[in-house]
């Protein structure tokens, strides 16, 4: 991974985020199991942090850097584009989306570019606590920030909550946590598969600095990201986004998967 991912100007953030969505198309289209949807609602996000804020990576040590832990590990085609885009992954492996020689379905840590394997849903969080509590043992909180990206559906896991408590009450500042609100989980909307309750509300209620985004609006999330930077407590990005947020079909249903044959048409 190169020392410093951004900061590129607004325009340049549109530019990758238009090129990163047809890569996340791309794999969709060549593997019918790519979850496209959740990829596309949180594509923004990650171009945000990665282009717009920029992210730290040059310390020896591990609490000397930057990380970024997409909990919600499905949606690791956005992450793939991304670090495409960051000329990280190549693109000849993106072609190689979930092949026995290419790349994984989910994240896994060994990978450049890659903090932490996830995609066993509600882990993220505990495990960006642990590293933003060696931060503080080591003093470098306060130079560093821990992104954990979460989705709605995967608030449903009790262990985010265990974690959230956690963060707040040992005070841990450099986490900064942003749930990707796309209204869907699984096959169905949140609504109708869990009551999600008011999710800001949820936060607040731990102790959270609370900040509700647009989740495609790159001025309101690098604002947000800034006041996540000089905020003296954990902070929560709550980021409203669109399911399959470009194609669509998909945002229309908030559908997930792309089916392959449909190729021709979106060519
Ligand atoms: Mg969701």
Redesign the pocket.
Known sequence: MEARAGPLPMHKLREVSLRAREKVIRMGLLDKSVHVG?SLSVLDILVAIYFGRGLRRSGEKPTERDWLILSKGHAVPALYAVLSEAGVVSEEMLEKIRAIDGLEGHPDYRMDGIDVSTGSLGQGLSIGAGIAYAMRLDGTEDRHRVYVIL???ELDEGQVWEAAATVTHLGLRSVVAIV?V????LDGP?EAIKKKGDIAARWSSLGWNVLEVDGHDYEMLLEALRQADAARKPTVIIAYTR?GRGVGFLEATGGQHLDPRRAKSLE
Request: hydrophobic share 20%; charged share 25%; aromatic share 10%.
């Open positions: 959740a989705g709605d559906g990707d796309n209204g869907f989980q949140t399911r």
